[in-house]
């Protein structure tokens, strides 16, 4: 039996233990849930860079008690010169995923943890930054151990890597590191003291800006220090859900938030009572259908936006819909996949404070371009931008389509959860599968978060789009899914291609419960 991590004191869960620990000392200092995670965030950044960094983007939810949960929108727009015209003129029928032209929006997750400090200020004591970023900075200098995940990621991308400006130098200076090779990352460290010298501003206002956008333009890249310049995090209101089990929130757009909310909220209608077998699976995928239909057409930056995404969450929409669904056969499939790689991590503090919070680079080493003297490696969020016309059709100081959501829910019996996971595709399905588990089912939420999970759609780089579920489902299910008409593809047990979840979840009477993927390197540090 698999049980969850539970303690008194706060708690941070993260995809690699170096993160997770980063954020618990925060804690032990006497810093609150938010800190902790800025702490968290600096530190994954460096010890799990194929995933995520500071040249991406981040989402924020933050839950504190007696308030309504608040969100954070911390992912940048694209440049002033990213223009069709622009792409059109270098030979591109489609935006490219890797190298200076895939490096065409803003990072925003320094920009958020400006922000989410900012709005922490009101819970009083507020621990200076060179504190809050001291682990991250150690490790790039002093070097970590280099993870299975890297070690693969690094070796089947090499190709389309090895030759993007500052990459092989940061990353792999004398060939394809193996795993356990100690990665120390000298200019990052110095990014990083920089931002605690100066202040979070630096990156987008400063110094760091000027070595920034020098850089990115040297490499080829459109964007320039005036878009650094303009870009501010901002605090929105999160999108909702109700359900028989309390109320969830999620980011709304341009994240696919949405689509999170809509598959739970379409599987509360479902009448299923019993986890982990067909009914089980077959509802959570075919209520995802429903909801990656909306998400294809509409989602994109809501100032673009002709609909209100949270029109789709209402009571009537939501039944609608369900009407939809077949509880014994598979809808066609399937619509267009949305692909990204990305962390997870959840924090919570002795006064009750949840924080769910999520950071990307979107592919593997992002756009692979690392801006001289910085250590920096840029996204490549705006490579889900199309030339054609479209909800996600690129013009210049518009927002992507992201994948990222975090998730953050308040139940009746009085608990506070945040749960997520990487996973591009799969990030809204991986939520779905752990929130049924463990709040609609009881499972436990180490259970719930271990268990053998799904994906209907592509990530990690697969371009299929058919229903693959990991070998640990029982064969008797599997069956049952393709009699229904699945396209189902059995995948090895606890593979990377069905994300790094995690949750961390405060209970009434003060115990923090937390669970952490064994598909990662992370574990739940607790006080």
């Not at 922490?120 to 200076?128: D, E, I, T, W």
Request: with cysteine; aromatic share 6%.
């Amino acid at each position: 039996m698999l049980y969850s991590k539970t303690c008194l004191g706060g708690m941070v869960t993260a995809p690699h233990h170096l993160a997770a620990q980063a954020g618990a000392q925060i804690l032990r200092e006497g810093g609150n849930a938010v800190e902790a995670m800025v702490a968290a965030a600096a530190a994954i950044a460096v010890v799990y860079p194929h995933m995520n960094g500071i040249g991406g983007d981040g989402f924020w939810l933050i839950s504190e008690p007696g308030r309504e949960p608040v969100a954070i929108r911390a992912c940048g727009p694209s440049a002033a010169l990213a223009t069709k015209a622009f792409y059109a003129g270098h030979g591109y029928s489609a935006v490219p995923t890797r190298g200076a032209h895939a490096a065409l929006t803003v990072a925003g997750a320094v920009g958020g943890w400006s922000a989410a400090l900012d709005y922490a200020q009101r819970f009083g004591r507020a621990l200076p930054l060179p504190v809050l970023l001291a682990d991250a900075i150690r490790h790039a200098q002093a070097g970590v151990p280099i993870t299975r995940s890297q070690h693969e990621l690094t070796r089947d991308k090499w190709s389309e890597l090895k030759d993007q400006p500052g990459f092989a130098a940061t990353y792999a200076a004398t060939g394809i590191p193996a795993q356990g090779a100690v990665l120390k990352q000298p200019a990052l460290a110095a990014s990083l003291s920089r931002l605690a010298e100066a202040g979070l501003d630096d990156f987008y206002r400063g110094d760091l800006a000027a070595t920034l956008a020098a850089g990115l333009e040297a490499a080829g890249s459109p964007v320039r220090r005036a878009d650094l310049e303009a870009f501010h995090a901002q605090i929105v209101q999160p999108l909702m859900v109700q359900l028989r089990s309390g109320r969830v929130y999620n980011l709304p757009p341009p994240t696919q938030g949405v689509s999170a909310l809509m598959i739970i909220g379409l599987f509360d209608r479902l009448g299923i009572t019993e986890a982990d077998g067909f009914a089980h699976i077959h509802g959570l995928v075919e209520a995802t259908k429903r909801a990656f239909i909306l998400r294809n057409k509409h989602v994109t930056d809501p100032a673009h936006m002709s609909v209100d995404a949270a029109h789709w969450l209402l009571a009537d929409a939501l039944d609608q819909e369900a009407r939809q669904i077949h509880l014994q056969q598979a809808a066609p499939w399937p619509h267009p996949a949305k692909p990204g790689d990305t962390i997870w991590m959840g924090a919570a503090d002795a006064q009750g404070r949840v924080v769910s919070y999520i950071q990307s680079i979107f592919w593997e080493f992002g756009s692979g371009v690392v801006p001289a003297d910085t250590g920096i490696v840029w996204q490549n969020r705006g490579a889900s931008f199309t030339l054609d016309d479209g909800a996600n059709q690129l013009q210049p100081g518009k927002l992507p389509f992201h994948t990222l959501n975090p998730s953050l829910a308040r139940l009746e019996d009085g608990r506070t959860l945040a749960y997520g996971t990487m996973g591009g595709e799969g990030q809204p399905q991986t939520q779905a599968a752990v929130f049924t588990r463990h709040v609609l089912f009881g499972q436990n939420l180490q259970a719930a978060v271990s268990a053998p999970r799904w994906l209907l759609g592509r990530t990690w780089g697969d371009v299929s789009t058919n229903l693959k579920v990991e070998g640990r489902v029982p064969a008797a299910t599997i069956d049952a899914l393709r009699q229904a008409g699945h396209e189902v593809q059995v995948v090895e047990e606890y593979t990377d291609m069905m994300g790094h979840a995690g949750a961390v979840c405060v209970h009434p009477d003060g115990v923090i419960e937390g669970a952490t993927d064994p598909r990662a390197d992370g574990v739940c540090a607790g006080l």
